[in-house]
């Protein structure tokens, strides 16, 4: 089988896709929001630091040449990859800016989840679009060692690919956004499960997300990615933690990490529907009029529900409301079964949920060397906080 070619396109013949602040100007505005007027002025600034792994965010107030039309947006919110360059690589070997694109211009509207408006997206052409299935092939057939260093070169191509992606989006003014590093109260989480559950019961087993869109992918993709990821990053974790989580604990990140491919294929099995793939607090606003609205949607994927509950709870909560998580699991399963979903028991949503804490203690681990995390010279990323919150939830 040849390997395709391909013709590099000289700068002059890509499109413009500003992929940093200065780039976003008024001429760009006006003419990907194609209003019919003309945005004269542009004022930029980064919201949401230290609060996300893969992206940059930008909110732009936009000044129009006709400022009495009241459709036209007073500002909008501008998402592109971030400029760590360990971060877009993994970003990128995911697709998960692709995905986001994708999904936000394909399937949105079906998903029956609040969700910003979509204004605009755009994206390079994937380069080596080919080398997905061989890979594929390889991490799941190579031994750990082997799957390790492909890993390494996978990330290396990635970071080199320099492929452009730009999502704008509705800026919604009037929203509270809490913070995960300070965590949530019970009243939020009791909110945001419940509109959890409805999204999940509205893609209950959805077989047609998938067809639209192949990179929805299942829960237990590649698993023994995460196997590798853990035996490079383990020592790391116990020089920075070990003395903090105690020999336990570490004990059961190991034997966690001899099932971990059977606990994600449980966490895969039917019945399944789509997952939101990072459900956390910094990823739902909180509106004065009670409604909520759900930010990125960069890591949709497919799985048993308790994925994105016990993900919520474990990251959104500290384990001091551990005498409260069957009463947030109830909350979250009753608004499942009012939705129409039967099928789906209490006994196998809590069960899941641990088995789900199992899973977010080892990938955790294993996630350290893609994602640079840390915060402006504090000694706690959130990656950090988000390790020792769910390990307390697992002790």
């Known amino acids: 089988m040849r390997r395709p ?14 992929q940093r602040a200065d780039e976003l100007t008024a001429e760009w505005f006006t003419g990907v929001l194609d209003t019919g007027a ?38 909008v919110i501008v998402k592109v990859p971030t400029h760590v360059d360990e971060n877009f690589a993994a970003g ?31 994206m390079d052409p994937n380069p080596a679009a080919w ?57 939020d989480a009791r909110q945001a499960l419940e509109v959890l559950a409805r999204f999940h019961a509205a893609n209950w087993m959805r077989t047609d997300a998938a067809e639209t869109y192949p990179k929805i992918w299942p829960m237990n993709r ?9 035996i490079r990053n383990r020592e790391h974790f116990v020089e920075r933690f070990g003395s903090i989580v105690g020999d336990d604990m570490l004990a059961r990140l190991d034997e ?37 609205v759900v930010l990125d949607l960069q890591g949709l994927g497919s799985g048993r529900p308790a994925v994105d509950v016990a993900y919520f709870i474990a990251t959104a909560l500290t384990a001091d409301h551990r005498a409260e998580e069957a009463q947030l699991l109830h909350t979250y399963h009753d608004a499942l079964v009012e939705a129409g979903v039967s099928g789906y028991t209490f006994a196998e949503l809590r069960r899941d949920c641990e088995l789900t804490k199992e899973m977010l203690a080892h990938r955790l681990v294993g996630s350290a060397d893609v994602l640079d995390t840390s915060i402006t010279g504090e000694d706690d990323g959130l990656l950090d906080v988000m390790q020792l919150r769910v390990l307390d939830w697992l002790a």
Not at 5 to 11: G, I, K, L, M, V
Not at 38 to 67: A, D, K, Y
Not at 106 to 118: D, I, K, N
């Open 5 to 18: 070619t391909f013709r590099r396109r000289a700068p002059s013949e890509r499109p413009h896709i500003p």
């Open 38 to 75: 003309v945005v004269t002025e542009v004022h930029s600034e980064e919201i949401g630091v230290n609060v996300g792994f893969m992206g940059e965010v930008h909110r732009c107030q936009l000044t129009w040449s006709e400022p009495t039309r009241d459709d036209l947006p007073a500002s």
């Open 92 to 122: 990128d070997a995911l697709q998960s800016y692709e995905r986001e694109i994708v999904v936000y211009q394909r399937l949105a509207p079906t998903l029956g989840l609040p969700l910003p408006a979509y204004l605009h997206g755009e």
């Open 131 to 187: 080398l997905e299935r061989p890979v594929l092939f390889l991490f799941e057939h190579l031994p750990i060692r082997g799957v390790n260093w492909l890993i390494g070169q996978f990330l290396k191509f990635s970071g080199k690919s320099k492929r452009r992606y730009i999502l704008v989006l509705e800026d919604i003014v009037d929203a509270r956004a809490p913070t995960q590093l300070i965590g949530g109260s019970l009243d």
């Open 222 to 230: 590649a698993s023994r990615v995460f196997q590798a990821s853990y």
């Open 256 to 292: 966690i990490q001899e099932r971990a491919p059977q606990i994600s294929s449980s966490l895969a099995a039917v019945p399944w529907t789509l997952l939101h793939g990072d459900y956390r607090l910094d990823n739902v606003l909180f509106r004065p009029d009670g409604e909520i």
